[in-house]
């Protein structure tokens, strides 16, 4: 099945995406033709599918190819951060597993590059691999770099950015829902510092 969501207005995406995997069996393939890198459909689809794959076209559209994962969701998964690494125009978040109850996830920053300040409905541990920027956590900006921890609480304002290229390990709990991802990724494709996921 081939789904192309070029002409179709943002708001639409998730929902026809959504339901044109929900109708693929297992093992069946669904190809999906956006105009930017799909990070947030594959984190929303991760814990249900087998396996994906993302080229970019000449006309630098993207085409995602996810298979859809067959039997038990419950299996170790064991990886390595090279498998994952990829950098965009904003910060580029990358699934390595994502349930209704937990997501982790790997982030890749180019210098400058941020996470918008948002209060989720969810816990965040943050682990720094590589690189260094500042956490600004409940209005207060902090230094972190190669080995830093940082876990905040639910409902508590958390955005992040990048002095230097930087990778860090990102473990929600709960995953967030897509539309409030949505709105982070949209705020910062479009510049915006803070968003407000109540509205």
Not at 65 to 93: M, Q, Y
Request: proline share 6%.
């Amino acid at each position: 099945m081939e789904l192309d969501l070029r002409p179709i207005q943002p708001e639409y995406r998730h929902k026809l995406v959504l339901e044109s995997f929900s109708k693929l069996k297992e093992g069946e393939e669904l190809t999906v033709i956006a105009d930017h890198y799909p990070s947030h459909l594959i984190q929303l689809l991760s814990g249900y599918i087998e396996k994906y794959k993302v080229e970019e076209t000449a006309n630098g559209d993207f085409v995602l190819k996810l298979t859809k994962k067959k039997g038990s969701t419950n299996k170790a998964i064991i990886s390595h951060i090279s498998e994952f690494r990829k950098t965009g125009d904003v910060f580029t978040p990358i699934p390595v597993l994502r349930k209704d109850e937990y997501g982790v996830i790997l982030v890749f920053f180019k210098p400058g590059q941020y996470i918008p300040i948002h209060a989720p409905d969810s816990d965040l541990i943050f682990y720094v691999l590589q690189g260094q920027g500042k956490v600004s956590v409940d209005n207060r900006e902090y230094e972190v770099h190669e080995g830093s921890i940082v876990i905040v609480p639910r409902g508590i304002k958390r955005g992040v950015k990048a002095d230097t290229y930087m990778e860090a390990i990102h473990i929600v709990v709960p995953s967030p829902s897509p539309e409030d991802h949505e709105k982070v990724m949209k705020a910062a494709m479009n510049g915006i510092a803070e968003v407000d996921l109540r509205h």
